[in-house]
């Protein structure tokens, strides 16, 4: 989905995002594709991350930066929850309800800030600096993101300061 721009023009992205939230309700009402609501806790990141994919083509309309902002989303918070679970056990916190590890969130901080980095370098645009803050301020995005709200406040945020900066 990250590299849809590429490929796809922006009112097909919003068609098919409003297509993925159809099929994820009706799957998560039917109990369709498990794997995808498997989650052992309250979320409903799946839906976030659907309006993720169309608001995101709405907030503006460069490839570069819309593939930065799902690919610190998609890949960071991957990375992040399967580090955290295999190799946070000792370093676990919780933040409103939900665990985490300081495991889990460098890892979403040291990923953020390297698909910024190239994000950076290939654009030309930002000082190491802002890539740093950008990657900060992801990382106390999905921290406090409660129930899965993350999946659509870190790719809005990351889309809305390099469209600003």
Partial sequence: MA???YLLSWNQIRLLSLGFLLVVAFSRYWQIFRAIHSVHRLTLG???????VGLLSFVQHHPHIYTA?????SLADGLAAVLGTRFGKQSRYRVFGATKSVVGTLTFLVVANAILAIYSHTSQLLPAWEVGLVALGATLLEN?????????SVP?????I????
Wanted: glycine share 10%; no cysteine; proline share 3%.
């Fill in 69 to 73: 902002a799902l690919l610190v989303m």
């Fill in 144 to 152: 406090i993101g409660a129930y899965g709200s993350d999946n659509l």
């Fill in 3 to 5: 590299f849809w721009p």
């Fill in 46 to 52: 799946e839906f976030f991350f659907a309006l993720a």
């Fill in 156 to 160: 809005l945020f990351v889309g809305a």
């Fill in 162 to 165: 390099l469209l600003f900066l």
